[in-house]
């Protein structure tokens, strides 16, 4: 961790005795309460401590709901529908931790995108970054095994098309692809087998993430935080301790986000569900259109856009794994696309054509939504590979303010000027 100087001082005996033995609470001090903050964060830098929040309820409803859960292809269906009828509250935790799946989505896609636009990724927090698209994988995984989990037809179908993608793989290797299914099924068809190991790994997984988290803010805390000016902490007067100041922004993002959470969980529970997935789970009958959660949607309308299986599996697969390789394919000499006239019109287009690949995903494989597709996903390739490292050369950027105190309180920062701004950045308190 960043060894920045702690102000902790145990006020009890007790406290000072742990303290020469096991500096825990030192460490929390330094690192979550008197940790430096740039004096400039938006409210963008609230998704951290919300994809916090969401990690920890998640975990919680789920541990609840497994107490009153029956993974067996018999019972799976009907558990849901006693936790929602019968057992104490069940109908709201059930409904936080569906509704919760999305929410955790809503917040890293703001998390990532964010990222993008003020250059997060670059160095030195390329691990940060990287720990980053490990962490979207296994929350993708673990999401997508506990849409299993209620074996609703959309659950069986889903799982049946996501998991015969490895089939794919028999266009390298004859036999190989259906050797895979068929270890991933536990048999020749997705089965109660099936459902059982997706419910020990849907268990397993978030504790996994738990760990990446960890390295996630580790690797953060000791770069410190980007910021919206993309510049480096260089003075006192750039950065506010968190504690009161950054947590309280944090605070009040956090309560806007609850409300929508709350928005849905007691008035809208099942409106980002599928309608299908309250039939039970039955390999006789395939739904109309298959269609996973909306947040797997954009990948999803990848997955479709290229006409050869293996292809599209490939395509799928690297849409994210481009994301690790951002640090080194922007060329850019500054981090924040504030200042960056040109790649930020790229960017916007960018968060346009992701959005269009979600509705498009949600489509039925046909003219003229399959065209657009292809259109859309050549476009979020080319933001990587043409667009971030030539954009990062040929454009100018727009001069950047000296310090993050000047980006905050502009000129003044630096003594030269007068009033608020000069003001405010004498002010011990506000240091
Ligand atoms: C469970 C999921 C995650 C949790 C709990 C988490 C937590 C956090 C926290 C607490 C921060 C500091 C506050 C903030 O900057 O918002 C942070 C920063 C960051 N995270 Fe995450 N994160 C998660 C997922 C991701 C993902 C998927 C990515 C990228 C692919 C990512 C990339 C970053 C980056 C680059 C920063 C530094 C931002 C900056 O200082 O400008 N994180 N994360």
Avoid at 136 to 159: D, E, H, I, N, R
Avoid at 266 to 272: I, K, N, R, V
Avoid at 327 to 334: E, G, I, Q, S
């Amino acid at each position: 961790m960043s060894n920045h100087d702690s102000s902790y001082q145990p006020t009890t005996r007790i406290g000072k005795w742990f303290d020469e033995r096991l500096p825990i609470m030192r460490l929390m001090h330094g690192q979550f309460v008197d940790f430096p903050t740039p004096r400039n964060l938006n409210y963008m830098w609230t998704f951290g401590g919300i994809l916090m929040f969401c990690l920890v309820a998640q975990l919680v409803t789920g541990i609840v709901l497994a107490m009153h859960y029956q993974a067996s292809a018999d019972d799976a269906f009907n558990a849901i529908d006693q936790i929602r009828r019968n057992v104490n509250y069940g109908w709201m935790i059930q409904a936080m931790h569906a509704v919760g799946a999305s929410m955790f989505f809503v917040a890293v896609y703001a998390h990532i995108f964010r990222g993008l636009y003020y250059g997060s990724y670059k160095a030195p927090r390329e691990i940060l970054w990287i720990l980053g698209v490990f962490i979207f994988l296994a929350m993708m995984a673990t999401a997508f095994m506990g849409y299993a989990l209620p074996w609703g037809q959309m659950s069986f179908w889903g799982v049946t098309v996501i998991t015969n993608l490895f089939s794919s793989l028999d266009q390298i290797i004859p036999g190989v692809g259906t050797a895979i299914v068929q270890w991933l099924w536990g048999g020749y068809s997705v089965s109660g087998t099936t459902l059982n190991r997706f419910f020990s790994l849907h268990y397993l997984l978030p504790f996994v993430i738990v760990g990446l988290v960890v390295l996630h803010v580790w690797a953060l805390h000791v770069t410190g935080q980007n910021n919206p000016a993309g510049l480096d902490i260089k003075t006192k007067s750039d950065s506010v301790p968190m504690y009161p100041y950054a947590v309280a922004k944090d605070a009040v993002g956090m309560f806007a986000f609850l409300l929508l959470f709350a928005w849905f969980v007691f008035y809208l529970p099942d409106y980002l569900g599928h309608s299908d997935n309250f039939n039970p789970a039955n390999p006789l009958v395939t739904p109309p259109h298959i269609v996973p959660e909306w947040y797997f949607l954009p990948f999803y309308a990848m997955l479709r856009a290229i006409p050869d299986k293996l292809g599209g599996v490939i395509v799928m697969f690297a849409s994210i794994a481009i994301l690790a390789f951002a640090p080194w394919l922007d060329t850019a000499r500054v981090r924040s696309a504030k200042y960056r006239p040109i790649f930020k019109w790229f960017f916007w287009l960018f968060v346009i054509a992701c959005c269009a690949l979600g509705y498009l995903g949600a489509m039925p494989a046909e003219e003229p939504y399959v065209t657009w597709a292809r259109i859309f996903t050549a476009y979020y390739f080319a933001f990587f590979l043409v667009i971030m490292p030539v954009v990062g050369i040929i454009e100018t950027p727009k001069p950047l303010p000296r310090s993050i105190a000047e980006d905050v309180l502009g000129a003044g920062a630096h003594g030269g000027g007068k009033g608020a701004g000069a003001a405010a950045a004498a002010s011990p308190e506000k240091r």
